[in-house]
Structures are given as C-alpha cells and as structure tokens.
C-alpha cells in the first residue's frame, strides 16, 4: 500500500545504483506511433533523472518530472488506471495518458 515496485528494487540494489520509474504509462503500441506523447519520470537521484529525461526527449517524447521515487508508487497506479481504460473505457491500446499546460 505504501510503496512500489521501483523502491524495492532501490532497496535491493547497489549503493551505486540509481532507480528510476519511467514509461510504466504508455503502451508499446503508441511508442511505435513516434507522436509527441508524456512520459511522466520519478526518483530520488538528480543527475540520473536528468539522463533519463535526456534520453526521454532523444525518442521526441516530453519528459515530466512527478518528484522523488515516492511519487513511483502513484505512478503504478496510474499504470494500473490505463489498463482499466484499454479494457473498459477506451477498448483499446490506442492512447495516452498526458499533461495539457495552459498559459
């Protein structure tokens, strides 16, 4: 209830490794589309979120930065809410979740 899969591994891992929670809320599917999608990005390493961003923006995709690996257990939830969706709501693998900023 109060944690995730990506703060476990953190746990296991070496000290030298950093965990990042990333693209746990987009379909494979909708990568291959290369369309401008969100990926939301979580951890507790700095420098390591910022190579995962760069790496996020590389595939033309906007990373968005949701806080410190805590924030990897909301990000799981939110995997488990696209899957609801692809199989009741959407009824399909076709979409993504995302950020609209307004000015």
């Known amino acids: 209830h109060d944690t995730s899969v990506a703060q476990e591994v953190a746990k296991v891992a070496p000290a030298s490794a950093s965990v990042v929670k990333a693209f ?3 379909f494979g599917v909708v990568l291959e589309k290369g369309q401008p999608l969100d990926v939301f990005v979580a951890g507790d390493d700095a420098p390591a979120k910022v190579a995962v961003a760069e ?6 995709l906007r990373p968005l930065d ?12 939110a995997g488990l809410i ?10 399909n693998l076709d979409f993504a979740l995302g950020a609209t900023v307004f000015d």
């Open 24 to 26: 746990n809320t987009i």
């Open 66 to 77: 949701v806080g410190d690996l805590k924030m990897a257990h909301w990000l799981e939830g």
């Open 55 to 60: 790496f996020v923006e590389s595939l033309g």
């Open 82 to 91: 696209v899957m609801a969706f692809a199989r009741n709501g959407v009824g």
